[in-house]
């Protein structure tokens, strides 16, 4: 009886995670670089320090704190959904010296295709990454980050201009 209680209140409290206090933050393209073969810098801005949701220092609490972009027509930046055509990656503070913005991030991203299953992940070439942005004028991004105890964060859409994204892609190695 006492472990049936207990797997009950248990089961309950799972479905208590704790909303936000901070709206969705708003974020702002700056610019995008291609680092290596792989790797592509995003740089952006928040109206929200979105690695101190809870106001406790930076990462603090958090489980991870990440930039999706979709690359093909998967909206959905659901935690528990993989995005198959994407970019992501983690996210770094930047320090800002532009004293109108007020927080600044880059993200190193993978531009990757990910089975179903996120079992396997695999870098896209460049011929396929023109073939997905061929018809597209800009690619969504949003930040998700997660936390012990607290439903996802999810931030606005921010686009990045196709235009700059395949600018880098097909920079000469």
Known sequence: M???LLCGLLTICS????????PPANLSFESV???NS?????????DVDVLDL???GERVGMISG???CSLADDHDFSVGKAIQFSAFGLIRSEKNEDATAKFSYLT??????????RSSER???VTELNHFLSDKQQVPCKVVVTAYGYKPYYSNIMNIPVADLLREINKPR
């Open 2 to 4: 006492y472990r049936l």
């Open 66 to 68: 990440m930039l999706h």
């Open 54 to 56: 809870f106001d406790r």
């Open 33 to 35: 670089e291609r680092e």
């Open 108 to 117: 190193r991203a993978f531009l990757s295709e990910t089975s179903n299953d």
């Open 123 to 125: 870098d896209l070439s």
């Open 15 to 22: 479905g208590c995670a704790k909303d936000h206090v901070k």
């Open 38 to 46: 792989s790797l592509y810098v995003i740089r952006y801005q928040s």
